[in-house]
T-cell receptor, first 112, second 118 residues
């Protein structure tokens, strides 16, 4: 199975400042169809996960444009341009390139 | 509005069985693959299984293969997960989530808690 490794595991940030989370896969996530099925999810306390970004950099419906995704191959990044109070939660990367999907360990975003 | 509602969770003894259901509405169910993802208390997300639009293909995480069975009923817009030979480490909230075929889960249910304990 593909192993997804996120860093950092915890990220204290100041409101209005940027935040960045990295995700590295143990093998390339480029699918045979040419797509890279790397996505990012946000999970607020007590809530189910919410899709933010799919195929590296595509924002899902209703996701604010302060969230952006980038990367290629095995290295990917989620950026929040200006952290807001409602961004507190845990963020997960996930690969859907391989049949057995796998998640990163999660990164807890908290306000300083 | 896309809605996914899980049911069937509860307390079960080790070695026991349980069947989870997920009722879907607000979209054409047969157009989407469906997933089960779980989250143990205080832990991260673990993908469990996926089933294709027509019932195939089916894939499982290594941790549940041979014990869990995913299925779907497109006529009734329902997804199921049969959980057998349950272990304490299967204790988790189980989410159903739809995904475009071959792609990432986009909408998720609120989850159903399964507790495996004697």
């Amino acid at each position: 199975d593909i192993v997804m490794t996120q860093t950092p595991l915890s990220s204290p940030v100041t409101l209005g400042q940027p935040a960045s989370i990295s995700c590295r896969s143990s093998q390339s996530l480029v699918h045979s169809d040419g797509n890279t099925y790397l996505s990012w999810f946000q999970q607020r306390p007590g809530q189910p996960p919410r899709l933010l970004i799919y195929k590296i950099s595509n924002r899902f419906s209703g996701v604010p444009d302060r969230f952006s995704g980038s990367g290629a191959g095995t290295d990917f990044t989620l950026k929040i341009s200006r952290v807001q109070p409602e961004d507190v939660g845990v963020y997960y990367c996930m690969q859907a390139t391989q049949f057995r999907r796998t998640f990163g360990q999660g990164t807890k975003l908290e306000i300083k | 509005e896309v809605q996914l509602v899980e049911s069937g969770g509860g307390l079960v003894k080790p070695g026991g069985s349980l069947r989870l259901s997920c009722a879907a509405s607000g979209f054409i169910f047969s157009d989407y693959s469906m997933n089960w993802v779980r989250q143990a208390p205080g832990k991260g997300l673990e993908w469990v299984s996926v089933i294709g639009r027509g019932g195939t293909p089916i894939y499982y995480a290594n941790s549940v293969r041979g014990r869990f069975t995913i299925s779907r009923d497109n006529d009734n817009n329902s997804l199921y997960l049969q959980l057998d030979s349950l272990r304490a480490e299967d204790t988790a909230v189980y989410y159903c989530a739809r995904s475009p075929p071959g792609d990432t889960p986009d909408y998720w249910g609120q989850g159903a808690l399964i507790t495996v304990s004697s």
